[in-house]
């Protein structure tokens, strides 16, 4: 049964397969009646209203809203050359808006002409802040620098090239009350270095057990040991490597001057073994 339902001057018109057609959207009055208006830009709308399993509930300041339990809420299908998605304040249009290219990369603030290039900053009291793509840092390229409430805790950077450098915060005016480490060899003996397979490849690698060095060095460790998910499953802990570098270089320190120590002494028994072994 076909037929066909007239809003202002906008047309809904019915076919005999079930589609409905909407026609007469040009004028702005009638986008903004359907509650079809997205902007002054917009020229037409094309409907596939076949879908009914489909609920729009909108909220102050809410310009789409779409919920579908079942599949993707919102689809943006690009049928021409251009960008498939792009998002920007029309009252004052940016130079680098939020872009999805034709080709799936993705621009914020930027042109998405290296994969998925981000120039975005994201704040929270609760986790790290993270903003990629500044490209004026204290030296060469960062591409992600992290914050935690403001502060500097580290970056990812390049030096221009091909080198890309994993930066902690180190600078001195963010520490205090520094003294020499003590005891490193100790420390160094008791560390457990062992080879070992991973059960999910089957490959042998050299490595340490988390909550072993988490008894030596626990700012190398995150996580404790045995933990577990609420489903039962494993809640692995994990390790960064990176940490242990000082431990190793206190203890390479330690048996320099050891070494130098003991060079004294031969030195000295040598020069006296000498004077000996002439009169």
């Not at 970056?155 to 963010?174: A, F, H, K, P, Q």
């Not at 060899?185 to 072993?212: M, Q, Y």
Request: with cysteine.
């Amino acid at each position: 049964m076909a037929g066909e339902i007239q809003l202002n001057s906008t047309t809904f018109a019915t076919e005999s397969g079930g589609t409905i057609t909407v026609s007469n959207v040009d004028s702005a009055t009638n986008r903004q009646n359907l509650g079809l208006e997205i902007g002054v830009d917009v020229q037409s709308f094309d409907a596939d209203t076949t879908k009914n399993d489909v609920a729009n509930t909108f909220t102050a300041n809410q310009i789409i809203s779409v919920t579908d339990n079942t599949n993707a809420a919102l689809r943006v299908t690009q049928l021409g050359t251009g960008n498939a998605l792009v998002v920007e304040d029309s009252a004052n249009p940016d130079s680098t808006p939020f872009v999805i290219d034709a080709s799936g990369k993705v621009g914020i603030g930027t042109s998405p002409s290296y994969g998925r290039q981000l120039d975005i900053a994201f704040s929270s009291n609760s986790g790290p802040a993270i903003v990629g793509n500044d490209t004026t840092p204290q030296n060469g390229n960062t591409f992600f620098e992290f914050r935690n409430n403001g502060t500097f805790c580290g970056s990812i950077t390049s030096n221009g090239s091909t080198t890309t450098v994993y930066n902690e915060g180190s600078d001195y005016r963010l520490k205090t009350n520094t003294q020499p480490m003590t005891g490193a060899t100790e420390r160094l003996k008791a560390l457990n270095p062992i080879n070992f397979e991973w059960i999910s490849t089957g490959e042998r690698v050299d490595g340490f057990l988390a909550h072993e060095v988490q008894a030596i060095v626990p700012e190398a460790v995150t996580g404790e040991k045995d933990a577990v998910n609420e489903d039962g499953s494993i809640n692995p802990q994990g390790i960064d490597k990176s940490k242990l570098v000082p431990l190793l270089t206190a203890a390479l320190q330690e048996a320099i001057t050891l070494i130098e120590s003991q060079q004294s002494q031969i030195d000295a028994l040598t020069a006296r073994i000498e004077v000996l072994e002439t009169t």
